[in-house]
């Protein structure tokens, strides 16, 4: 990378002390990942309109550009120079802060993801609880949404995505909780080295229960169909942001569907060995062999694998009904998780699966 680099401007680098030249390349990654993920947001509705026209026998998106690729551009441009309707009897201060507070959580995760072994822009020891405090704010966002518009419709879809995303949270927390005695750290970057090994050291297998939890719960955390009952067209207009328009309804767009990938992204690196290869212990390939090596590209594979299940569902399931969503939420995925946090105890305890390597 230096190679590439003028020598006046590698000098002027060094002329800088250490602590700017941490802030200034934190920074630059920083732009580059949000960047790259705000793309990915942009391509994640084109595709989904894509996939779900091909479910659906329909076209998709195919006037805009070659192959409809310029469709989310459009779209873009088109909330932007929308008005942007403040509700007179509204909050005005919450109004505005709220799509802020759906969006900025789902960006600012990806600060302790560990996107190949060699990178991850903060690599801090408590990462996994890091995850579980921003996820956990998103919901501020949709109540603020629906209490500062003073609009009944937009109330009660936050009441009803609150209380969906405290009953799946919780089931969430709990399935990370079994992530964390197999993997014995905190640290995003551990958790995916302890899977290190190939497939059958995935978590995936020993925790196969706690892997459908998340998953189905990151499903309901994002709002997104079947749970979609805070946003129910049919009874409820567009729930809790039913008064938004131009930008502000574009920031809970953009934060809906960052947050599909980032879901897709930790049930990766929790459950599916992260950036770790498919091959790794497929011992007739080359000992040096790229199949082999850990890589940024397995861990996209492993991404884009999990949003196509997002929208497979979205084709798929009809709208479940409320008091349905709450019982799966409370009688259902939290007492799996509670039972199979004991059964991993005992796993741990026989010293199988994770804890076969361990020493008594």
Known sequence: MKALIPNFVLNIWDWFPPLTQYLIETTFWIVVVMITVI???????????????????????????????????????????????????????????????????????????????????????????????????????????????????????????????????????????????????????????????????????????????????????????????????????????????GVAFALFFLGEYANIILISALTSIFFLGGYNSFFEGWTFLAEDSFLREPSLLWLIIKICFFIYVFFWIRATFPRYRYDQIMRLGWKVFIPVTIVWIVVEGVMAWMQVGPWSNLSG
């Open 39 to 245: 793309l990915s947001v942009a391509f994640t509705t084109y595709f989904e309109r894509k996939v779900i026209g091909y479910m659906q026998g329909r076209i998709g998106p195919n006037r805009v550009g070659p192959w409809g690729l310029l469709q989310p551009f459009a779209d873009v441009i088109k909330l932007l120079i929308k008005e942007v309707v403040v509700p007179e009897k509204s909050n005005r201060f919450l109004f505005v802060v709220a799509p802020l507070l759906t969006l900025i959580p789902a960006l600012a995760t990806w600060a302790v993801v560990p996107l190949s072994d060699t990178f991850v822009i903060a690599d801090i020891n408590a990462g996994l609880l890091y995850v579980l405090a921003l996820t956990s704010v998103g919901v501020y966002g949709v109540i603020l949404a629906g209490w500062a518009t003073n609009s009944k419709y937009a109330f009660l879809g936050a009441m009803r995505s609150a209380a969906q995303i405290v009953a799946y949270e919780i089931a969430m927390g709990f399935a990370l909780v079994g992530v964390l005695m197999a993997g014995g750290s905190l640290n995003l970057g551990d958790i995916t080295e302890a899977q290190a090994g190939g497939f059958s050291s995935w978590f995936l297998l020993p925790l196969m229960p706690l892997f459908f939890v998340y998953f189905i719960s990151g499903v309901a955390e994002t709002n997104r169909a079947p749970f979609d009952v805070a946003e129910g067209e049919s009874e409820i207009v567009a729930g809790f942001h039913v008064e938004y328009s």
